[in-house]
């Protein structure tokens, strides 16, 4: 049973479950795998086996009765059946069809911002590097492309972090106050000592001004922020429908997918200008700011060890892995936190458009995709 995964599921299996699946087969045997003789129910998409298809990581999303399992991982075809929990089947398959989607549509690549994760009935969810949708984060990674994740919104118990933004060519994204000074009580956490589970960064994510539907009913949640700060002194009431105020760790995200477009701008720019490298001095002290181990650990960029504050030499080129570093470089740390709770620290907005504005503001383009109701 050594193709079923997650590991921790074999010992679990009954042949009278029915279980849903993405099988993943090898890359060069997706018609003899349509060719299977074993009973498969297609849950979601278009309903048959070619909806099914999650042709960015070579697999299929289905169902399958525990009975059937071993036949399925005994076709020569296949080269894992991983195991999905029943409440996040359809987002799951829907987030790799998406990033697919991304993917065919923008071949430049860019920033992917996904602010969905396992519900917390379902943490702590261990961290597989092979599972499907790193896989498909790691492909959009080699196109071009790097997925910012919301790390979540269970805090404060350690252990809690979305196990989708883990990998090292993905990042996770936590909220903090909106000056950096403190982390939201309802920010993820990760686990102490561990060097994998921990948030990549922190960004503002505690009441922040966002667009509302106007023929949405506004929670009791909502309606209670907007009185705490003072909504109705900011927006005029023929437009106040429209819009509310948020807190969570979706909003740091997404506000960080826009500090990574700013970057993959600027590094466009850079090239377009026939520059080779560029030299950026951050407002940091070296010493200080190469406490944290992913910054000491990097694989792009170079730092001035003589240089009393952070300065980073990087190459000028379309690389996810470059803007990524940048984000790790740019966050400051919050004082009293490490990076179990804060990741490499906080990105101010402010900071990202100072060093990485020199050819201007990045042109707002949005494509959203849905994947779940």
Request: charged content about 25%; overall charge negative; cysteine-free.
């Amino acid at each position: 049973m050594s193709k079923v995964h997650p590991p921790e599921s074999r010992a679990e299996l009954q042949e009278d479950q029915d279980y849903k699946v993405i099988v993943l087969v090898q890359a060069d045997q997706e018609k003899e795998f349509q060719k299977t003789g074993i009973p498969l129910t297609y849950p979601v998409l278009t309903g048959d086996l070619e909806g099914a298809q999650l042709s960015l990581i070579d697999g299929w999303a289905v169902g399958v009765k525990g009975d059937k399992i071993k036949p399925l991982i005994n076709l020569p075809e296949v080269t894992a059946v991983w195991i999905i929990p029943d409440q996040i089947f359809e987002p799951y398959a829907n987030i790799i069809k998406g990033i697919r989607k991304w993917i065919d549509s923008n071949p430049d690549g860019g920033p992917i911002n996904i602010s969905l994760g396992p519900p917390p009935s379902l943490l702590p969810m261990p961290y597989h590097e092979d599972e499907p949708i790193n896989l498909a984060t790691k492909a959009a990674f080699k196109k071009g492309s790097l997925t910012i994740f919301s790390a979540g919104n269970s805090g404060p118990v350690d252990d809690t972090l979305n196990p989708w933004g883990l990998a090292p060519w993905v990042l996770e994204v936590g909220a903090a106050t909106n000056d950096g000074s403190a982390l939201w009580d309802g920010s993820s956490r990760g686990r102490k000592g561990d060097p994998i589970y921990r948030p990549g960064v922190v960004a503002p994510g505690v009441d922040l001004l966002t667009t509302h539907p106007g023929n949405v009913p506004k929670t009791p949640d909502l309606l209670e922020a907007e009185k705490r700060v003072g909504f109705d002194k900011m927006v005029p009431p023929e437009k106040r429908k429209y819009y509310t105020i948020v807190t969570g760790s979706s909003f740091a995200a997404g506000g960080v997918s826009g500090a990574a477009a700013q970057i993959y701008y600027f590094f466009q720019k850079a090239e377009e200008a026939g520059k080779k490298e560029v030299r950026i001095e951050f407002p940091y002290k070296r010493e200080e700011h190469l406490l944290d181990s992913r910054r000491r650990n990097r694989k792009v960029g170079s730092v001035d060890e003589s240089a009393e504050n952070f300065t980073v030499t990087y190459p000028v080129r379309h690389d996810p892995a470059l803007v990524r570093q940048a984000l790790i470089d740019i966050a400051r740390p919050i004082p009293g936190l490490g990076e179990k709770d804060a990741g490499s620290g906080f990105i101010d907005a402010a900071i990202v458009g100072e060093l990485f504005g020199t050819y201007g503001k990045w042109k707002t383009e949005l494509m959203s995709i849905k994947v779940t109701d």
